[in-house]
């Protein structure tokens, strides 16, 4: 039986696709579900705000951390490197997908600042990446925000994103979003 078809114009062999989540996150369980019989992959995705917590959290600790109170350049540097360091991590996982397995490898991201959308977007496009998941989670907390405000915001990162790579972008809707049309 042929189950060929296709998704963001990949060709896939079945329209089975394992989803971010952390059996996508590691290289070992990704071979696992292409020899399954999987046919793409969503990568876990990679969280700007994750790691730029954990970051500030470290350089908040211990001794340390009455310098990074008054010499506040020190505390953006050290999130700026853990940043670099994690994205560059994410992307030699992206490298070792692709390099492993036949299907296509869809990598994921999370981002909280505008510069980065585009920014991560393109370095996971340069890494090999078939396509690439937009996992935006923009929540209502004000009321005085409308929806087509909060719409807008999706519309302007997928714009920022689309400018910056040539490779299929979708985005992640949660359940929490009301107007799909």
């Known amino acids: 039986m042929n189950l060929n078809t296709s998704y963001l114009g990949l060709e896939l062999k079945n329209p089975l696709i394992a989803s971010s989540s ?6 070992e369980t990704i071979i696992q579900c292409v020899h399954s019989g999987i046919g793409a992959i969503v990568l876990k995705s990679l969280f700007e705000e994750q790691i730029r917590l954990e970051a500030e959290s470290k350089a908040s600790m211990g001794s340390a ?22 994205l560059s991590s994410y992307l030699k996982f992206v490298e070792a997908a692709k390099k492993y397995t036949d299907v296509p490898v869809i990598s994921s991201i999370n981002c909280t600042t505008a510069e980065d959308w585009p920014k991560f977007a393109s370095a996971i496009e340069q890494a090999g990446a078939d396509a690439l998941e937009l996992n935006i989670a923009l ?5 005085s925000v409308n929806c087509g405000e909060i719409e807008q915001v999706y519309y ?19 359940y ?6």
């Open 65 to 86: 951390s009455e310098y990074y109170y008054w010499f506040t350049e020190a505390k953006e540097k050290i999130v700026g490197l853990s940043l670099e360091e994690r």
């Open 156 to 174: 302007d990162i997928l714009n920022s994103v689309k400018k910056e790579v040539n490779i299929p972008v979708s985005i992640k809707l949660g």
């Open 22 to 27: 952390r059996l996508t996150g590691d290289l």
């Open 176 to 181: 929490y979003f009301t107007n799909l049309c």
């Open 139 to 143: 929540f209502p907390f004000n009321a």
